[in-house]
């Protein structure tokens, strides 16, 4: 096919711009492919809960947990727990969470409910990484 040859050259040429413009994705020590933490919440229930699940194949030690939308004065909430490889962990807020368990941040309710995906929780390691989830 005549062109054919020009067509490919310019098609790589293109390629190559692209690939050369593409951010580079840096994971953080602790968020290696398939590695660190999973977040999962749930901002609508009572109690309120914040799931974290150790994804590594390392302990991973959990300092904070906070808000993304309009964190309080009193947060993030100092937690300080070790997650072993592949073991989960709740953190609980609202009326319903009990004082006599040792995650019950606060029994006060922290999501706030209407600003949807806007909101949700961030959790932060001792190595410094931040993983979150969005309510909504």
């Known amino acids: 096919m005549p062109g054919t040859t020009s067509l490919r050259a310019a098609l790589l040429t293109i390629a190559a711009i692209v690939l050369a413009a593409a951010p580079t994705l840096t994971l953080p020590s602790d968020a290696a492919a398939g590695s660190g933490l999973r977040v999962v919440v749930s901002c609508y229930s009572n109690p309120e809960k914040v799931r974290v ?18 964190p309080t004065s009193s947060e993030p909430y100092s937690v300080s727990r070790t997650l072993s490889a592949g073991s989960s962990i709740t953190f609980y807020s609202g009326s319903a969470a009990s004082y006599s368990n040792r995650n019950t941040m606060t029994r006060s309710f922290i999501f706030n409910d209407d600003v949807g995906s806007s909101e949700g929780a961030r959790v932060k390691t001792s190595s410094g990484n931040t993983y979150t989830d969005r309510c909504g």
Do not use: F, W
């Open 53 to 70: 699940t150790n994804v590594s194949s390392r302990s991973i030690r959990i300092t904070k947990v906070g808000l993304i939308y309009q």
